[in-house]
């Protein structure tokens, strides 16, 4: 969570409206400080120790700064009509930014150095997102969800949050500038117009948060847009200003009300699930008890206003001045513990992530043990204090003492170096990961490849041994190596994206004129891996090849009680065939779970191939291909062997499934076990040539060798298909 632009270990001074002009007038609030600090403790700890649970410290961050900023952009803009952005970004700059970019430097050098090759150019793709701000829309992008630390997780992935505050921190002077100009416009005061628009924002991004949640959880929490009306909590409430609290009688218990909801939110909810939803208010009042109980403005005049810079007294915090009693949750907030939590809270979140996942690779783990967790908490420490004595707060000091000497200059050099930073780091890390990784080609994989050193598959009938030579294709930016038609938007994605119901088909570029026969591959992502066998059998025999697939959909049973966009997919796919009548319609049959469990053929399936027979069309049952639980290029990158990486073969059925099964009319099946599991034992690696491109994929340049063998299957049970070709 980023730091608001306050003094280094200041971040309370906040706003109440004056009554002549309706603006926000600065003043101290140590509870705010505090409950930042308490905030970002609750994130760590449930991190650490919280078996993936979110606390909800998230959510009360984004609105703390929502509170701050709004207040200090509307006086600003209020008072002068305009925001003097040379110091606001200067301040980003400083207060946020240059943190910001040591971690994502020292977690690079340490990423490149833990991490197996394979992560590497991810590593580097998000160290650049994370440094501009855009990590929430790169993991989105790469399909990263916002869960339990794992081995595969990114050490990144917590810049999601920062992310959504950079973005907040340049969106809201704009907001300030307009409510302003409405305000000059109207009979309205800047704050009620500031209001307005605020509510506005909120009542958009709360609907978003509630459509997106339906579609795609994932992805609602990482979003911006969904999390703007959080930011616009805090700004309201920063806005209400002084008529922000209770009668006396209702304070004491209203902000101990409000800490037990803070406390207990992580306990009680499951905010990966619920958030940024409407529960995500269970915080966030907690947040709105604990300022409401707090002793009114006026009750605080003998505390210091500091001058509009914040920097007379950046270094040295009236905390023992507060006006609160110690038996209130605002006494309790404004007590050293919380205030000096808050004061190396930036730096404490942004450590405690990338120790957490290291730790976990080192180990091997996917789960911390308690002296792990307990080390990783004493080293985040230590690195968010550290980060705050010799960073922060000298940062905090550079402007005050420049400023009187020539002023705007400290300014325009740290706007400067800020620059720099970013190109630097922007452009360094993109000629870094087109550098490393090796550009994926349209056609075949394996051209120009030479095929004795290489055989793949062949040479599991070939009962040879193939040279000592390093197996291919190399393992840098093999997860991006993907089937043609998966880099086109013909693919429907996994998850409930509106419009992902639809059934799409991918055209085959290559396509004869007057095909022999049309053959749809057609599913999930397993029917699509297969495509560059089947463009080569398409060539050979006059075919044509169509792709109609949606990431993680099978044929199988709708679920009544969650219908998706994939049982819109299999509801519509029939009516799809019966408009482009292929000859020929290939999908897996039976699914290898990736963890644990046995081979399967899914609930419901028998009766979604008969509608696919109904239609007139034949249709080809592929057996799974085998799954691991482990990403098969890391493990190789970190020294496993082509079996200790492989899939388990244990996973498969005794006998295939298919076989015994009482298929529909036109119905075929195949099982090409034998070319992954040679004497049922799975591998990662046959004939030279890499077997996966993660867990469960085939790769391209593996699919490619199996053609020959796929053909002679085909053959056999398919003859059909072959057109007699002249002596």
């Not at 339906?214 to 309201?236: D, K, P, V």
């Not at 009114?296 to 003998?302: L, V, Y």
């Amino acid at each position: 969570m980023p730091r608001p632009i306050v003094p280094a270990n200041q971040g309370a001074f906040t706003d109440r409206p004056l009554a002549a002009d309706g603006l926000p007038e600065r003043r101290y609030r140590p509870e705010l400080h505090g409950l930042r600090g308490l905030a970002i403790a609750g994130v760590v700890l449930f991190h650490l120790f919280g078996a993936g649970r979110v606390s909800g410290g998230i959510d009360i961050f984004l609105a703390v700064s929502g509170f701050l900023f709004t207040a200090m952009l509307l006086r600003e803009a209020g008072t002068t009509g305009t925001i003097d952005f040379l110091r606001y970004f200067s301040r980003l700059a400083r207060r946020i930014l240059a943190p910001a970019a040591l971690v994502i430097a020292a977690t690079t050098l340490v990423g490149l150095l833990v991490l197996p090759l394979t992560r590497h150019a991810q590593l580097i793709t998000e160290a650049r997102a994370s440094l501009l701000y855009f990590e929430n829309f790169e993991l989105v992008r790469s399909q990263l969800s916002y869960e339990a630390a794992g081995a595969e997780t990114s050490p990144f992935q917590h810049f999601w949050s920062l992310s959504v505050q950079g973005q907040f921190y340049l969106i809201w002077p704009v907001v300030a500038l307009l409510a302003v100009g409405l305000a000059r416009r109207s009979r309205l005061s800047p704050t009620a117009a500031m209001a307005a628009l605020i509510g506005l924002l909120m009542l958009a991004s709360f609907a978003t948060a509630v459509l997106v949640q339906q579609q795609n959880q994932a992805e609602a929490y990482l979003l911006t847009q969904t999390r703007i009306w959080e930011l616009g909590f805090g700004g309201l409430l920063a806005l209400l200003g002084a008529r922000l609290t209770l009668p006396r009688r209702l304070r004491t218990s209203a902000g101990w009300l409000g800490l037990v909801l803070i406390i207990s939110c992580g306990f009680a909810l499951d905010g990966a699930a619920l958030f940024p939803g409407p529960w995500a208010l269970w915080p966030l009042a907690g947040m709105a008890l604990v300022l409401a109980s707090a002793t009114p403005s006026g009750a605080a005049q003998g505390l210091p206003h500091p001058d509009p810079s914040g920097a007379a007294s950046a270094h040295h915090p009236p905390r023992r001045q507060s006006p609160e009693g110690p038996g209130t949750a605002a006494g309790l907030l404004a007590t050293a513990p919380f205030t000096r939590l808050g004061d190396i809270a930036y730096g404490l979140f942004l450590w405690h992530w990338p120790l957490l996942i290291f730790t976990l690779e080192l180990r091997g783990t996917t789960d911390l043990t308690l002296p792990d967790a307990v080390l990783v908490l004493a080293s985040s420490l230590l690195l968010g204090w550290l980060t705050f004595r010799f960073l922060e707060r000298p940062l905090a000091r550079v402007p005050t003492t420049a400023a009187r000497a020539q002023p705007g200059r400290a300014g325009r050099m740290t706007l400067r170096l800020a620059a720099g930073t970013l190109v630097i780091g922007g452009v360094g890390s993109t000629v870094y990961v087109q550098m490393t990784t090796a550009p994926q080609q349209d056609g075949l994989a394996m051209a120009g490849v030479d095929r004795a050193l290489y055989p793949g598959a062949d040479i599991i009938q070939a009962e040879s041994s193939t040279r000592d030579v390093e197996f291919y294709p190399e393992l840098s930016g093999i997860s991006h190596r993907v089937p043609e038609y998966a880099r086109t938007d013909c693919h429907q994605p996994t998850g409930d994206q509106p419009g992902s119901g639809e059934v799409l088909v991918c055209e085959d570029a290559a396509s004869p004129t007057d095909p022999e026969k049309t053959i749809m591959l057609a599913g999930g992502s397993h029917a699509g891996h297969w495509h560059n066998a089947w463009i080569i059998l398409a060539e050979r025999h006059n075919w044509e090849v169509l792709v109609s697939t949606k990431g993680g959909c099978v044929f199988r049973v709708n679920d009544p009680a969650q219908l998706s966009t994939c049982d819109e997919w299999n509801d519509a796919f029939p009516e799809m065939l019966q408009a482009r009548a292929p000859d020929l319609v290939v999908t897996p049959g039976t699914a290898i779970p990736r963890e644990d469990g046995e081979e399967e053929v899914h609930d419901g399936a028998p009766d979604r191939w008969k509608e696919i027979t109904r239609t007139g069309t034949d249709l080809l049952l592929l057996r799974g291909t085998p799954r691991a639980e482990a990403n098969i290029p890391d493990c190789l990158a970190e020294g496993g062997d082509e079996l200790s990486c492989a899939p388990d073969f244990g996973k498969y059925a005794e006998r295939d499934p298919l076989s015994q099964l009482d298929l529909p009319e036109n119905t075929y099946s195949m099982d090409l076990t034998e070319h992954f599991c040679p004497q049922e034992q799975c591998s990662a690696i046959i004939g030279n040539v890499l077997v996966y491109r993660d867990s469960h994929h085939l790769t391209n340049e593996y699919v490619e060798t199996m053609v020959p063998h796929l053909e002679q299957a085909l053959q056999e049970s398919l003859p059909h298909l072959f057109t007699p070709q002249p002596s």
